[in-house]
């Protein structure tokens, strides 16, 4: 174990952050708490080379974990893998031009997206709304700025893939097999699983999310659901989820009945003529919510997101939420943050 990580944001960390090996020559980097762009990333060493899991969202915080990688891993990085195209998981991988870039074709799309010049004038554009906005606009800006402030998005140029794959990819990393399997769409259309059978370990990406509230941009949820199934199939004695602590086979569990819990929820509540937003504040709201497992996860205002995609899914158009839609799906967020905090004021 590498010196403890704390949070991003100053919160108290709820596991232990930093470079832990999970077997032998297998390790994962943990960010706690897993809030947004809290990501995690993965490291797998063989005889004479070395492949890593996904990059931090920055470049400053992917060079602190190569460090600790650096210090407790004599194999040299010669392949990098992204598990899907989020800027949390792929900003960092200008620091490995010398190593192979390995996603599937759907993210290697979607990478295309990806801009860290728009993101540097939100940081902007948020502080000044924190500071100076009245009423909504200032805690829209008040929001994303405790999402986006700890990070450094100067310097930052996305990285085209060297090989990319469809469905399935084994890899040999110095005498050790990895096998990649794309599972998308769920939480982004190129989500991908790194399956390490000698030690029964999968990187799993964004499509776990542990003590968090998972967020989705692309869907179905039907579709994260047989994802899940099919990482619980390979029979993984470890999990790495791409936000939260190292977990196992009751973590995912837990995450596919909160689908389904969400899901029959959301969809009846929406048939009876309940808005997207009406209906994620009805659902955090209410009792049956608080006495879940998932009525204890950080940042249930992402549950508006979530229902975006149940309500698109069951008027039989399961778009994803497009980088153009995302702003305005913040706003709600945004909304749905101050309701719940209003409503647990004494």
């Known amino acids: 174990m590498s010196a403890a990580v704390g949070t991003l944001r100053g919160a108290p960390a709820r596991f232990t952050g930093g470079l832990t090996e999970l077997a032998p020559d297998t390790y994962a980097w943990l960010q706690p708490n897993g809030d947004w762009s809290e990501s995690n990333c993965g490291l797998v060493a063989g005889a004479d080379e070395a ?12 060079q602190r974990m190569l460090a600790a990688v650096a210090r407790q891993v004599d194999a040299p990085i010669r392949t ?76 930052i140029d996305i990285r085209t893939p ?57 869907g179905p949820i039907s579709s994260w659901q047989a994802a899940l199934h099919v990482i619980a199939g390979l029979e993984p004695e470890v999990i790495v989820p791409g936000h939260g602590p190292v977990s196992g086979l009751g973590e995912l569990a837990q995450l596919d009945r909160y689908w389904s819990w969400l899901t029959a929820r959301a969809t009846r509540l929406l048939t009876q003529g309940r808005t997207v937003d ?10 049956e919510f608080a006495l879940e497992p998932w009525g204890r996860w950080d940042s249930p205002e992402r549950t508006v997101g979530n229902v975006v995609l149940i309500d698109r899914a069951r008027r039989g158009v399961p778009t994803p939420i ?25």
């Open 278 to 287: 009406e209906t994620a504040a009805e659902i955090v709201l209410s009792d």
């Open 162 to 218: 060297d090989l990319t794959f469809t469905g399935r990819l084994e890899m040999d990393v110095g005498g050790r097999e990895l096998r990649l399997h794309r599972l998308g769409p769920a939480h982004t259309a190129g989500d991908t699983i790194v399956h390490v059978p000698d030690v029964a370990t999968v990187f799993a990406g964004d499509l776990l999310f542990v003590g968090v509230t998972p967020n989705g941009w692309s």
């Open 51 to 62: 492949a890593l899991i996904d990059t931090a969202w920055d470049l400053r915080l992917t």
């Open 322 to 346: 497009s980088h153009r839609e995302r702003p305005a799906l913040m706003w709600k967020v945004a909304r749905l943050k101050a309701t719940l905090d209003a409503a647990a004021r004494p």
């Open 80 to 155: 990098v893998i992204a598990t899907h195209a989020d800027g949390d998981h792929v900003h960092g991988l200008q620091l490995l031009l010398g190593a192979e870039f390995v996603c599937s074709d759907h993210a290697a799309e979607e990478l295309a997206h990806e801009n860290p010049a728009s993101l540097r004038r939100a940081q902007l554009g948020v502080r000044l709304l924190s500071r100076f906005g009245v009423g909504p606009p200032r805690r829209f800006g008040a929001y994303l700025h405790r999402m986006l402030s700890p990070f450094d998005f100067t310097g």
